[in-house]
């Protein structure tokens, strides 16, 4: 009979001394979606639609030379805008 509450006794102390498991913090970092509305540049006004209907050959080539430069510097700045929303 004493080896029985000698055993519980051991089996009692033994439980207590037995750490129980420490809580772990753990950070998660989640992507959260942003609405992005960058403000658009204004479309640059066409030289060619304000030549005239007779307008000649060299007048023509100098306005869509106009137009693909303002139409890079304006597709520039899109790209900028798109590029703020990264």
């Known amino acids: 009979m004493k080896i029985a ?3 519980i006794a051991a089996l009692a102390l ?5 750490v129980p498991p420490r809580e772990r ?5 989640v992507k959260v979606p942003v609405p992005c509305d ?4 204004a479309r640059p006004a066409s030289a ?3 030549l005239p209907l007779g307008a000649g ?7 869509l030379r106009a137009d693909r430069v303002r139409g890079k510097a304006h597709v520039q700045q899109l790209e900028n805008a798109l ?3 990264r």
């Open 38 to 41: 960058p403000p658009r540049p």
């Open 48 to 50: 060619v639609d304000a």
């Open 25 to 29: 913090v753990v950070t998660v970092e």
């Open 83 to 85: 590029a703020s929303c």
């Open 57 to 63: 050959v060299g007048a023509q080539m100098r306005a």
């Open 5 to 7: 509450i000698v055993l």
């Open 14 to 18: 033994g439980g207590c001394a037995t």
